[in-house]
């Protein structure tokens, strides 16, 4: 848990891990298992828990990984200062996503984070977020989808989406033991054989 | 509460409205908040609770609309049954955002929706939906936004981007009284004197 280093790359491929800021135990659960599992399922890498350690939250999102398959690294309890620190010296980027922040769609804010070309964090917060976030010594960018109030895990969502050129939808996740079939209509999933 | 008629119409586009199932007083309230917020947010023209009604919520999202302006339209307690007969009955199309659905990145399923040019009603679920959810008698189109599990919340917002080619994004809000300046740092926000 206290190992705050990027999970494995896929070749040729920048790191995208998201950070977790100020969740609450109980209150905020749910909405933070939704973050987590929008991550994985649109192909960031990990999700660290910062600061807080919540072992439902993590149960939940590893047993969907174990099912679902792909390489998802979760982690919780550490300090969001060093996961910060320590991201910026092995040569990343942190993009915060707040309402305040550069318009992804009308500037060029996504255009200069893909030409960085750089392994990026991605700063959500829950409850008002320190204000420190804002400066130079946290974030290289702040970002905003769309300039109006919503969801961190809305907005993670499209910023992932716009970051990955829609591709992470059709990934394949690797050692999923069930995969859904998409139909149009009724549920129809397949289940692998365990090797 | 009990009119589920269409929300009034900005000139020349199709109405948008999202109706939220399955929603658990208490347990679900901020991820429904979230999922309210996030439809104003990205343009939808309405949200619709169906079933219960949730106060906080409505609170919540109204205080929301009369701050950072536009005209979304709230309501709550409306059963789903009779929201789709409706809906159908005005000629309008439904969506189900599901993972077992059409996959938006890899099926033409996107395109199919916006050459009907209908309005359009998003259902989207929160516990297990009901099997009719799924068929012809409910939806037109089920559509999943990545086949692995995730958020309503993230499905939404993705769909409603692609569905709005993300210039939901840059669209100004009518009368509002509080308006974000995005900037790449700190918090800009502007109040408009009231008239």
């Not at 999970?7 to 298992?33: I, Y």
């Not at 939940?60 to 910060?84: A, E, L």
């Amino acid at each position: 848990m206290e190992d705050s280093k990027p999970t494995q790359k896929t070749s040729n491929s920048s790191e995208v891990v998201v950070l977790r800021w100020g969740h609450r135990p109980q209150r905020d659960v749910r909405l933070t298992t939704h973050v987590a599992l929008t991550a994985r399922a649109l192909c960031a890498s990990g999700f660290i828990l910062s600061d807080v350690e919540d072992r439902n939250i993590e149960k939940t999102v590893n047993r969907i990984s174990d099912r679902w398959g792909g390489r998802f690294q979760f982690q919780m309890g550490i300090p969001w200062k060093k996961v910060v620190a320590k991201w910026r010296a092995n040569g990343g980027v942190i993009v915060h996503l707040t309402a305040y922040g550069e318009n992804i769609q009308t500037s060029d804010v996504l255009q200069r984070i893909k030409n960085a070309g750089k392994d990026i964090l991605i700063v959500v917060g829950s409850q008002k977020v320190p204000g420190d976030f804002y400066s130079e010594q946290v974030s290289d960018f702040n970002v905003s989808v769309g300039n109006q109030p919503h969801s961190e895990c809305a907005a993670l969502a499209v910023f992932l989406d716009r970051l990955f050129g829609g591709e992470e939808l059709a990934r394949n996740f690797e050692k999923a033991k069930m995969k859904i079939v998409p139909s149009a209509r009724g549920k129809t999933v397949s289940s692998q054989a365990e090797h």
